[in-house]
């Protein structure tokens, strides 16, 4: 077993609703590191990434919307990718947000200039680029700007150029996605599984499918966004939409991925401990840590 390096990126800056910030401390007093030592791993906890906080940022006035924070998130996002560099090569690296605006350091991070295969696992594609974003908040558009489209400031992360390919991207349980991602999504050819997909098909269908998809691939990162989860479960997240992933749905496909061994990072974002009760949505990411890096129930 690989030892697990976590990183907090508490960042806040890509959407409008104040908390998600707060998401790295909720998930590691949700026992994060106590839930993987108990089945067997190494962790060591590498701390935060340095984000601004933003009242302190001057918001650019010329800019709409969450554009204005684009050179915070672009910075906190190349500090990021340093972060994840220092980790020793052979690290399953853990990143905890923060909004999803985080993963364009993350999956660049990890991914070290090689070839890699990206699970989205979410309410939304986060496939908008400045153009098409209704709202301009730079979380709903992370996955674009991995795949090369959107403002060359975000796609030149690290180095230049996209670094991710779109076919080598598989979307699960969305269920609000934007005209314009519609259109993106489609043109470029990503594979998307929508809840109307996982109520048909059912995850053990799809997780095989995903298994198939990334054969033979070095590393795949799973990006797991709270808000993939049914509100009734994890109702700290900014951005909530009915008729999400049941408890047992979630916990499935990270067991029957855990089965096939083929996740190699991972990030879990959007937790907002102001909005959630009790912490229980950073309690659930937890456990899906769990099943996800080995848990079984027998
Ligand atoms: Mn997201």
Redesign the pocket.
Known sequence: MKPIGILGVPMDLGQGRRGVDMGPSAIRYGRLQEVLQSLGHQVHDFGDVKVPVVESLHRQAEQPGGLGYLEAIRAACLDTIQALGQMPADTFPIVLGGD?SIAMGSVTGVARGERIGVIWV?A?A?FNTPETSPSGNI?GMPLAHLCGLGDPRLINLGYPGAKVRPEDVVLIGVRSLDPGEVRLLRQRGVMVFTMKEVDIEGIPAIAEAVVQHFRGFAKVHLSL?A?VLDPEIAPGVGTPVAGGLTYREAHLLMELLADAQLVTSLDL??VNPILDIANRTARMMVELAGSLLGKKIF
């Open positions: 999803h979410d939304h986060d979380h966004d808000d974002v959007e």
